[in-house]
């Protein structure tokens, strides 16, 4: 996703996802007839999905607003997207994201000087779970990345755990909204504690809080910086890695068996040299935040105090459930 330091020239990127009738077309529409948003900046309101719902250009107080459709996936590349604002001489773009395209094709496609400032995520509560069930790679991509999910045409009686949990399961930083039928809006105000002590004098992972931490620690390594973290995991080598270097981690899936990946923090000890790829240890070290060749900038640094052979854990593929 692009940074969040953005440069003065670039184009700004109001980003509205979700699926067909989520209700991201009322909301959009909704926004452009308010005159605190559309005072009078041209902009381009690109459409990558037609709903039963269009929007009324007539009713946005600033004129100036260039409406533009890209029905296939092939067409939302850089130099078509480049053409289509040139042509208007839109000065920022509102953008209603396709459901069924995946974030990444986005995000590769951006030409360089677009920058996303917000990022929502709209979903139909009624439809959620069935969607959560039967597209859950889908779900989890659009979680993934915005910085606010909108569940609208909530109801009294549905249970706001739920709608949460499944959030939090692929990000704590996403905040939630709920949008009841009458217009009310409430925000998710559950406590969300992580089930391990972060303050204790060894912060010491149960097997299943892996994943957990490990989001964690990526999204706000500062809070772990000079703790002491004591884990499970699984040693790999590589031999381009400095000396006495290895990563040690666990193999995460978010949704699905396609999207599991290694989730590894870089380690030193000075003994590394007998360690082996694959190998299970149990691993207690020190946490230092700093910069480092393995990532490319700053990350957690685990200094090893502590490391013993192991087997591996009953489910050895860590998970968020």
Known sequence: MPAAQNEPNDIPVYLFTGFLEAGKTKFIQETMEDKRFNSGEPTLLLLCEEGEEEYDVSAFPCKDVFLHTIEDQEDFNPENLQKILKSCGATR???????????????????????VYQEMFFADAGTFFQYNANMRSLVVDKLNTCELVVFNRFEKSMDKMEFHKIVRGVSRRTDI?????????EYDEIEDPLPFDVNAPVIRLADTDYALWYRDIMEDPKKYDGKVISFRG????????????????RHVMTCCVEDITYSCVVAEWEKASVLQTRQWVQVTGKIHVQKHKLYRGKGPVLQVQELVMTSAPEQEVATFY
């Open 234 to 249: 699984i040693v790999a080598k590589d031999p381009k890695f400095p000396a006495n270097t290895f990563a040690v981690g």
């Open 93 to 115: 773009v509102v953008l209603e994201y396709n459901g069924m395209w995946p974030m990444n094709h986005l995000f590769q496609n951006l030409p360089d000087d677009w920058a």
């Open 177 to 185: 909204a709920y949008e009841y039928t009458d217009g009310k809006v």
